[in-house]
């Protein structure tokens, strides 16, 4: 599960054998609907059938993974999670003023510089500017196109989660999300935490290398 400032195309390269990109509504390839309520969770549910598999979830993606191994634990034996928020987190002033600036750009139709904020404020890697620009542009086409409403849950029950967990965070990631990664350590049962270094808030992007051995060595893959 790609990040909220990506899509399907952040996992290209990246060495994982045997996984598959799930793409949510809205981004990339997948536009949302025309109209009405979408909900990421259950579309990853419907994508997993019976089960059970592994989720890898990056940033957003990873809350949505959070969202599936809650509410249906027996479909979930393995997650990863790269950098994922926790929504009732009590963010920081950081935090609070880039969504203003985000909203403020997109109500006034400046997806491009919008596009630009995210890649400016996530990034710690410069060279990859372009390319979480390119995705996260076409992001913001597809929402401002569609009149469709996403939904999914503000709290999740960590403690519900029975699937064997790796909370995996980049060292130089925003103090929030460094802050939450400690959190879902400490309240997922069966997690262990692991730090990425070099590495900000997508290191699947930043350090694909050091992110997918992580990954590979927790997967036994």
Same mark, same amino acid.
């Given at each position: ?68 191994? =809650? %509410?249906?634990?027996?479909? !979930?034996? #393995? &997650?990863?999670?790269? @950098? ?8 920081s002033d950081e935090i609070e003023r880039f ?12 997806v491009r510089e919008a596009a630009e904020l ?15 620009i390119e995705m996260q542009e076409r992001r ?22 029975? =699937? %064997?967990?790796?909370?995996? !965070?980049? #060292? &130089?990631?925003?103090? @929030? ?45």
């Amino acid at each position: 599960m790609h990040s909220g400032v990506c899509d399907a195309r952040m996992w290209d390269g990246f060495d994982l054998p045997g996984a598959r990109a799930h793409e949510m509504r809205g981004y990339g390839q997948t536009p949302p609907p025309a109209e009405g309520e979408y909900s990421p969770a259950d579309d990853l549910l419907a994508a997993l059938g019976d089960g059970p598999a592994a989720l890898v979830g990056a940033s957003f993606g990873g809350y949505i993974c959070l969202e599936v191994a =809650a %509410r249906r634990p027996e479909l !979930v034996s #393995e &997650l990863v999670l790269l @950098d994922a928020p926790l929504f009732d987190h009590d963010f920081s002033d950081e935090i609070e003023r880039f969504d203003e600036r985000e909203t403020e750009l997109l109500a006034a139709g400046n997806v491009r510089e919008a596009a630009e904020l995210n890649a400016d404020f996530w990034l710690e890697d410069p060279s990859l500017r372009e390319r979480v620009i390119e995705m996260q542009e076409r992001r913001f086409e597809l929402e401002l196109a569609s009149e469709a409403e996403m939904t999914g849950d503000d709290e999740v029950d960590l403690g519900a989660i029975t =699937a %064997r967990t790796l909370v995996a !965070v980049g #060292e &130089l990631d925003k103090p @929030d999300f460094r802050a939450i990664a400690e959190r879902l350590a400490r309240e997922i049962p069966n997690a262990e935490l692991a730090v990425i270094e070099g590495a900000g808030h997508l290191p699947a992007l930043e350090r694909p290398e050091e992110t997918a051995r992580l990954v590979r060595r927790f997967l036994g893959v």
